[in-house]
C-alpha cells in the first residue's frame, strides 16, 4: 500500500483505522449511559424553564461523567498497550515511525534473546501504566465530586 510507505501517512491511516475500530464501542458505552438518565430529570428542567443548553449543561454533562471515565481510562490504556495494528499495517515502518513500545518490548525479548532487558523495560511500562491511570481515576474523580 503506497500510502503507508510515507512515515507521516502511515501514521495517520493507523490512526484513523484505530478510532475507526473503536468508535463504535465507546459509541454503545455513551448509548448505555445516556439512556440511564431518567427522563423526570428534563420534565423538571423544563417545568422550570431551563433551556435545552442549560438541561445539557446541568443534567446530562456531570450525568455522564462516568462514562466520560470509563471511554477515558479504555482509550488510555489501548493506547498505552497498542501492539497488533500498528504491527499489522506497517510492521512499525516506515523507519520506526509507527513503532510502538510494546512492540519494542515485545522484538527486543523474543526476537534478540533479550529477555531480561525487555523485562526490566516491561515492569517499568507497567509502573509508568499504573501512574498514569491513576492520575487519570484522581481527575475522574475530582470532576465527579464537582460536578456532582
Known sequence: MPWLSDSTLAQLSTVAVTIWA???WHAVLYLAYL???PADYYEVSKIDGASSWQSFRYITLPLLIPAMA???LLLMTNGLKVFDLPFTLTRGGPGFSTRTLTQSLIE??????RVGAASALAVLFLIVVGLVVLGQMALSNALQRKYS
Open 108 to 113: 527486543d525479548g523474543i526476537a534478540q534473546s
Open 22 to 24: 473503536l468508535t463504535g
Open 35 to 37: 439512556q440511564a438518565i
Open 70 to 72: 470509563v471511554s477515558q
